[in-house]
C-alpha cells in the first residue's frame, strides 16, 4: 500500500467513525427524551384519571336531608314527614 492509499483509508475510516458516533449520540437522545415524555405523559393521565373517578364517585352523593332512593319505602315516607 501507498501513502496516500492509506492516508485516504484512514480518512474514510474516520469519517465513517464519526457518522456511527454522529448516529449512535442521536438515537440515545432520542431515546432518553422519548422516555422523558412518556413518563410526562403517564404522569399526566394518571392525575387525569384519579381526578375523573374522584369527581365520578362524589357527583351523585345524597345529601343527609334527601331520602336515599335505595331506602325501604317506611323510611322515606318517615323522613319526608319529618322535614
Known amino acids: 500500500m501507498s ?3 492509506s492516508a485516504a483509508v ?3 475510516l474516520a469519517v465513517a467513525l464519526v457518522i456511527f458516533a454522529a448516529y449512535a449520540a442521536g438515537r440515545v437522545h432520542q431515546w432518553y427524551r422519548h422516555g422523558f415524555e412518556r413518563d410526562v405523559a403517564y404522569r399526566e393521565g394518571y392525575n387525569q384519571a384519579s381526578r375523573t373517578l374522584f369527581h365520578l364517585a362524589i357527583r ?3 345529601t343527609p336531608s334527601e331520602p336515599s332512593p335505595l331506602a325501604p319505602a317506611g323510611d322515606r315516607l318517615q323522613r319526608t314527614r319529618a322535614l
Open 3 to 5: 501513502a496516500s492509499t
Open 10 to 12: 484512514q480518512v474514510a
Open 60 to 62: 351523585n352523593q345524597p
